[in-house]
């Protein structure tokens, strides 16, 4: 069909008419095969503006548009829409910014009409090699799988259930709650758990729009965002498997702690009464807290950070709950001394110092302290360490609680390469962008929450639980159709040599290897245009579209003259 | 909440971005979002900031796509330079009444030449760049503020206090500024309500030991992160009052602390990234970081701390520090507790308290919700999600709930969205 | 009579940060020689060796490549894949018989209009040095 392209100036009041001149660059393109009219306007970005190219489209039954005005960063959606309302793929237009990068960066008027006039007729070549494209929809479900049946899986599980959203809640071990359950308390409130989690299991088991699978695990992820296909395995005697679909996926699967076994100094598994953090909770919970001779200890040491320099970061909430066992063993052992040896304390937010201040007191000792090693010394322990000024130290104490750093669970790994996402800091899920996507991952529909991501209190990891539903409940509704993006790459079949370099390179797993044919396939629904792929592919076969070798060759021709 | 008994407008207060967060996400959900913003841009502070730690990513480009997109989201109404001024009701019907003030430029004829601003008589100081440079009684805040269109201060312009000037109307080529616009009142109907106002930091004038507004060349971290900005008063140049570049600096943590009763959360951080700041600029330069507790949780910022060891930095630990004159130059006299020294700086960096900012009682009163015994809003429970309050319908988010990174308040602001989108199926 | 080389430079710019900093450079009205056209690419990841073997045949004295600062890339990683794959394409240059220094990778970000500037003025100086592109071949590619 015979092409025709309607060419209009942007005066932009005095920005472009005062240092451009327009006229001639309308007689420099007037000419240019194709070009069925060129014209001038005031500010195409307004009301009027809008209005007159829209007439000018239908008046002329013009097939393609060419603005030269403002950055495409200002007005290329203005002008898209305007192309949409006249009857114009949107697509089958260019914006050549002759204001930001032409009009304003130079006094030379001459100077500046040359680069307009140039800028102008490569948009133009351009625009003849653009193809209409199209948006795309794409059925989805709107089913979420949740893996990981502590507090974050619980609360987003809830969050997200309705008649017409299933949700699949997997846990791994044969209950709910996850680690949260061996707490008697939380701080900073010190309120009680376990009714609390007691009262989430069961309205999370009542509810009938959650299905949940104990004693199982996730062994197929495959698909994309609307449209996953899931493998569970349950560990029951028949090895069963239950396969479903889902259009997005949760990681809420925790975190385990360091294991203090893996260094020597501080006596762990060896010497009587050293015990872990989560061990003292179980202690705690059961309501004795007594030695390994049945007597209540009358001094206990509190020893934090234990295995950060191992880990290399710190794991934010382990001063807070040393705090928290201070109240526990004020509560049920009177007269006890406690000591808490710490290197810097790490109590951040409106609430904690507070705790902190209100927890000091009687026979409670903080101790900055390093080099710290536990040995026995007769029945008691004895802690050596080198105080503030580095003199050397030594205190007695019954019992040792340790405050070991939180790690990612030991099947963190597995389940990114299952779920396509990777691992990041610390052995944890990396997220897609450490300020503003902390709980999307670069694989689109799947999502973190909670300590999978990074060591956190439990206040941190329901916001994030919220935040995936509102993630969720916002892209994926039940009805609504997904609209991928237009501008992706596609590959060749006849190009393509099948060397997989385009696999290689691509940040979102978009491109996949068909292995029947041999060669490369884009998958539409992930792709997202950023045309890595079509410059690491050797032959030639993929290409970019809105930005393919011959379009922009259009603009490098005009560049060089 | 019934949808279908229920408003489902969305009206966000605060466009910093747990604001622009919230409103985004809802607008992808099909909400309508009324966005309330008090200033004349969007951003709040983030966008004072060069870079954000850990990944030292540039401020400007990580939000500005955002802001971008919020003035071309048809599902969001912005309205800046507008305040809540009364909500009655409950949730899923809520009456909001805003006043909205009067900018006196068009925001649809406008399209930001910025020629206004020259033939402008008035200059004073510039609240967005922390007093260290002037803007005009036209203005925007600084370059790149979006929406990228003027307001008239109407306090210190002359024509608004009776003089007869027009020399910004008469610059503009687009008859974009109407000195006849009245402010407005609006009444919204609305669902739900997200309150995103942010926070202030600590006026270092309360302690004066450490000597700011008396001693030259001791800044805020927010003057400072104004000073390194490649948009700001210096355009990136950090020099001394003087004219030429520090050779030695001490950045003093925790100042406020004891005054507010809280840590601060993010100081320890911002004050690693100043190191980065300081270095990039003027590789010799000496810097000591003064600090009592660091404060780095997370599993990516340690291994941010290690790094900025290794530039040579000094790190002491200090229980008290004053900040005095000594000749031409500061002089920072500290205690570690062990011992009793001092140290010669050209330049020292206050990392102020983050605490509410002054109109946030006010807001608590119109929304109908408490404050908490610091001022900030009182979340429901703190140990579940925090972003509800006793108010149904009513959620915060950001730094306005207490003091807290950026991604935190990212996932509080998107987490308010998840509640309301929840309640309402 | 010898008329003042004005070189032709081709500006291949990421969308997302440094096509944003080269508009900035405008608001703020910064002199940018206007003898570098800039063209818009998603991603600096985008540029490969067709495009600038491309460039320098058709008779480009200088081609820029800019893109994020590592760390900020929209797409993730593309930037750094940009990175290395420039030092092939410094060889490509080379290959064509030009002086490798014709090819620049520069980092600039949204708010750096100053830099983006400096970029250029440098640049187009460096290439002015360097005189026009001998290799101006009319091949049919």
Redesign the interface.
């Known amino acids: 069909m015979e092409k025709k392209i309607g060419v209009y100036v942007c005066e932009c009041g005095p920005n472009i008419a005062e240092k451009v001149d327009i006229d001639k660059v309308i007689n420099a393109v007037s000419s240019i095969d194709g070009v069925a009219v060129v014209e001038k306007f005031k500010l195409l970005c307004s009301g009027d503006g809008k209005k007159f190219l829209e007439d000018e489209i239908k008046k002329h039954n013009l097939t393609h548009l060419v603005v030269a005005a403002c950055s495409p960063k200002q007005h290329e959606q203005t002008f898209m829409e305007v192309c949409e309302n006249a009857g114009i793929n949107p697509y089958l237009f260019q914006l050549a910014n002759i204001r930001e990068q032409c009009a304003w960066i130079t006094e030379d008027k001459d100077e500046a009409t040359e680069k307009a006039i140039r800028l102008t007729k490569a948009a133009i070549g351009r625009v003849r090699y653009h193809s209409s494209l199209e948006k795309k929809e794409l059925e989805c479900t709107p089913n979420v799988l949740v893996i990981g049946g502590g507090v974050a899986g619980i609360e987003t599980s809830l969050q997200l259930a309705s008649p017409d959203r299933k949700i699949y809640l997997v846990e791994k071990s044969s209950s709910l709650g996850g680690l949260v359950t061996n707490f008697e308390k939380t701080f900073p409130n010190m309120s009680l758990t376990s009714d609390v989690m007691k009262q989430k299991i069961q309205s999370v088991n009542e509810n009938e729009n959650i299905k949940v699978f104990t004693d199982a695990e996730v062994e197929e992820v495959l698909g994309f965002f609307g449209n996953f296909e899931v493998k569970v395995k349950k560990r029951d005697e028949d090895k069963s498997s239950a396969e479903f679909n889902v259009g997005a996926v949760v990681l809420a699967t925790g975190s385990t702690l360091f294991d203090p076994k893996k260094t020597s100094q501080y006596g762990y598994g060896e010497l009587d009464n050293v015990v872990t953090a989560l061990e003292f909770e179980n202690m705690n919970s059961s309501g004795k807290i007594t030695l390994k001779n049945g007597k209540k200890p009358n001094s206990v040491a509190i020893i934090h950070c234990v295995g950060r320099d191992e880990t290399g970061y710190c794991s934010e909430v382990c001063c807070m709950y040393s705090l928290k066992f201070v109240r526990y063993l004020k509560d049920k052992i009177s007269n006890v001394k406690v000591s808490n040896f710490y290197s810097d304390l790490c109590i951040p937010g409106k609430t904690y110092q507070k705790f902190y201040d209100q927890t000091k007191g009687k026979h409670v000792d903080f101790i900055r302290s390093a080099d710290l090693k536990v040995t026995k010394k007769g029945d008691k322990l004895n802690i050596e360490y080198k105080d503030e000024n580095g003199s050397k130290k030594n205190l007695g104490a019954d019992m040792a609680i340790l405050a070991p750093a939180m790690e990612p669970t030991s099947d963190a790994s597995g389940l990114a390469e299952v779920a396509s996402i990777s691992i990041g800091d610390g052995g944890f899920f990396s997220e897609e962008h450490e300020k503003l996507g902390q709980i999307s991952t670069t694989t689109e529909g799947i999502y973190i929450a909670g300590c999978a991501q990074g060591p956190k209190n439990i206040s941190e990891t329901l916001v994030q639980a919220d935040a995936v539903t509102g993630k969720i409940l916002s892209s994926l509704i039940p009805g609504k159709k997904i609209e991928p993006e237009v501008k992706i790459s596609q590959i060749s079949e006849s190009f393509c040599i099948g060397c997989k370099k385009c696999i290689n390179v691509c940040s979102y797993g978009a491109i996949t290897f068909d292995e029947a044919k041999k060669i490369s396939v884009v998958n539409e629904a992930i792709c997202r245009g950023c045309g890595n792929c079509v410059a690491a592919c050797p032959s030639g076969a993929a290409t970019l579209k809105h930005f393919t070798f011959n379009q922009i060759y259009q603009e490098l021709m005009e560049a060089v003259q | 909440m019934n949808e279908k008994e229920g408003y489902l407008d969305v009206l966000v207060i605060g466009a910093g971005i747990a604001g622009i967060e919230a409103s985004s996400l809802l607008s992808n959900s099909g909400r309508k979002v009324h966005l309330i913003e008090k200033t004349s841009y969007t951003g709040g502070n983030v966008i004072k900031f060069e870079e954000v730690f850990s990944n030292m990513e540039c401020s400007t480009c990580m939000v500005a796509p955002r802001q971008q997109e919020l003035l071309q989201d048809k599902n969001i109404n912005l309205l800046t330079l507008a305040e809540v001024e009364d909500v009655k009701g409950s949730f899923g019907n809520f009456t909001v009444k805003i006043r909205k003030k009067a900018r006196y430029v068009d925001l649809q004829n406008c399209i930001g030449c910025n020629a206004c601003f020259e033939p402008c008589p008035v200059s004073l100081k510039n609240e967005f760049e922390e007093g260290l440079s002037e803007r005009k009684a036209i203005y925007v805040p600084c370059a790149g503020a979006l929406p990228n269109v003027p307001m008239i201060d109407t306090e210190n312009c002359i024509r608004f206090k009776g003089k007869d000037c027009k020399a910004c109307q008469e610059a503009c080529a687009f008859e974009a500024i109407d000195f006849n616009q009245k402010d407005e009142q609006l009444e919204l109907k609305i669902g739900a309500i997200i309150a995103a106002t942010g926070s202030g930091t600590f006026d270092p004038k309360q302690t004066p030991e450490y000597g700011y507004g008396k001693i030259d060349d001791v800044y805020t971290a927010l003057e400072f992160e104004r000073l390194y900005a490649s948009n700001g008063p210096t355009e990136g140049n950090i020099n001394l009052k003087n004219g030429k570049a520090p050779k030695s600096v001490a950045i003093i943590h925790c100042i406020g602390r004891d005054q507010k009763g809280y840590c601060s959360a993010v100081c320890c951080m911002y004050s690693l990234k100043f190191n980065h700041y300081l270095k990039s600029k003027i590789p010799d330069i000496k810097i000591t970081e003064f600090y009592t507790d660091l404060c780095i949780p997370g599993k990516s910022h340690q291994k941010f701390y290690e790094k900025m060891k290794e530039t040579g930095t000094d790190l002491i630990r200090i229980q008290e520090a004053k900040v005095e004159k000594q000749g031409k130059g500061i002089t920072v006299k500290y205690d570690t507790g062990k011992k009793k020294d001092s140290l010669p700086v050209d330049m020292v960096i206050l990392a102020t308290s983050i605490e509410p900012r002054d109109d946030t009682s006010e807001l608590a009163k119109v929304l109908g919700i408490s404050l908490d015994e610091y001022g900030f809003f009182k979340e429901e429970h703190l140990e579940a999600s925090s972003v509800t309050t006793s108010k149904p319908g009513v959620f915060i988010a950001g730094c306005v709930q207490g003091p807290k990174n950026i991604q935190n308040s990212v996932s509080q602001a998107n987490a308010a969205v998840g509640k309301i989108l929840s309640l309402s199926k | 009579m010898t008329r003042e080389f004005e070189p032709?430079?081709?500006g291949f710019l990421c969308n997302?940060?440094s096509?944003?900093g080269?508009?900035?450079?405008?608001?703020?009205?910064?002199?940018?020689p206007?003898s570098l056209?800039?063209?818009?690419?998603?991603?600096s990841?985008?540029?490969?060796s067709?495009?600038v073997t491309?460039?320098f045949l058709?008779?480009?004295d200088g081609v820029l490549v800019a893109g994020?600062?590592p760390?900020?890339c929209?797409?993730?990683?593309?930037n750094y894949?940009a990175r290395r794959?420039f030092a092939v394409l410094k060889k490509v240059v080379e290959g064509l018989g030009l002086e490798s220094d014709r090819i620049r990778l520069s980092w600039v970000?949204?708010?750096?209009?100053?830099?983006f500037?400096e970029v250029v003025n440098e640049f187009n100086e460096k290439i002015k040095k360097m005189g026009p592109n001998p290799t101006r071949v009319k091949t049919s590619?």
């Not at chain 3, 056209?37 to 991603?43: F, G, K, L, N, S």
């Not at chain 3, 990841?45 to 490969?48: G, L, Q, W, Y």
């Not at chain 3, 970000?109 to 830099?115: I, K, M, P, V, Y």
């Open positions: 032709r430079i081709v997302w940060c096509y944003a080269a508009d900035l450079a405008g608001t703020s009205k910064l002199k940018v206007s056209t800039p063209i818009r690419v998603m991603c990841s985008r540029v490969d067709v495009l491309t460039a058709r008779g480009a994020c600062h760390g900020d929209h797409y993730d990683k593309g894949y794959r970000s949204a708010s750096e209009g100053q830099r500037a590619l």
